[in-house]
């Protein structure tokens, strides 16, 4: 029955869960099930879902009901899959009664047999805790074909007090080594591998008693189909000289690093549950730096965390701009409930927090808009990505520039092919991209 079924997946929420997508494309793949990009045209629709923050909830649940709408035509079950089931089954179950099944972050596998019960029956399932967590090795890129996300390991145990994921994803589970070395190499000739997990420099810690994340990075590196290595989610308190000494020496191994740092004021990291301090950031920052002269250094902070001072919010623009990070995305405190600041008073008012955001991204902008000034009349190498229309050029990123979350390069040339790399002539910056001119361009 499900053979001649069309399925139609949509996907919510950070890298890490588009990488889970892929691996249930996998599946859906595997088995010679049939796949479209036309919601409209499925039969059976699966919406895997992120449940972070109440705005990807709130996000996921109306994805849901507006896949409901294509019930009126060819649309037969709607099929919700990820954190937002694995944390909220209870709370959802009876009232979205639009979705007829519910799975896990562990019930991939579990599909098929939901599925085909659900068409004999024509009950809604509940499967969400009946799988296992294993590993999944069939995948279909959702990126474009040039790079790819490989994720190294799920869960935390950091346990910082604004965040759900420990209890929805559960302890810090690596995955093996050779597992991953095999699903990097069967994805094809891939110009920027990056690498995720929740905390990707705790890789190996829990599965071999040891940190086996430079040895990983050393593995991968020794793959002809990987070019180059991106390295996002890197824990500060887990950045020593083996993992700096690799990146400065390892040629593969893009001069980037995303380190998530939430805040810069001890008391409120304290708060937070994080480990480090003010002083030991900047001391990271300026050891980093020597050791890697052009390291591009990105960083995340969250504002108006519960009982955030006037004055520690002040404390944390002037880090910003002593920092002089390549790059920062700023966040305003959501209340999650289950979690350990949910409690804490008192709460920020929402208004304060948005005015704190919007401070800190100004501030941020000023950084950056000095960094990348540096490039101006140089010449750098740029990965093509594609074309932009709206622009009327090709678009590409630097190895300062991650997808999606950093900026871009924006550069006219007689030709260019997306994955292919080209020494591009900056012109002009702003705030945050860069625009410039390959050597056989004429105007």
Known sequence: MLSEKLFGVISLGCDKNRVDTEKLLGLIKERGYRLTDDLASAQIVIVN?????????????????ECADYKTGNLEKIVVTGCLPQKFI?????????????????????IFEALENSYRTGKRENIVGQGKDGYIKPRVLTTDEHFAYLKIADGCYNHCTYCLIPKIRGKYRSYPMETLLEEAENLGEIAELIIVAQDTTRYGEDLYGRNAFVELLRKLSELKNIRKIRLLYCYPDVIGDELMDEIANNEKILKYIDI?????????????NRKGTRAGYLALFEKLRKKIPK??????????????????????????????LFNCGFFAYSREPDTGAYRMKPQI????????????????AEVSYQILSQFVGKEIEVLCD????EKNCFVGRAYFNAPDIDGKVYFHAA??????????MIDKNDNYDLYGRTEDYSL
């Open 49 to 65: 879902t992120c449940a972070f923050l109440e705005s990807a909830r709130r996000e996921s649940i109306d994805t849901i009901l």
């Open 260 to 272: 998530p740092l939430q805040h810069s004021e001890d008391r409120v990291l304290k708060l937070m």
């Open 386 to 389: 594609g074309i932009d229309y």
């Open 415 to 424: 030709e260019a092919m997306q994955g292919e790399t080209y020494k591009v």
């Open 349 to 364: 008012h929402h208004s304060t927090k948005k005015r704190r955001v919007r401070a800190l991204y100004e501030a941020q």
């Open 295 to 324: 390291i591009a250094i990105r960083s995340t902070f969250i504002s108006g965390f519960p009982t955030e001072t006037e004055t520690e919010f002040e404390n944390m623009l002037a880090f910003i701009k002593e920092a002089k």
């Open 90 to 110: 209870g709370e959802l179950f009876e009232p979205l009664s639009e979705a007829d099944i519910f799975l896990g972050i562990n019930d991939y596998k579990k």
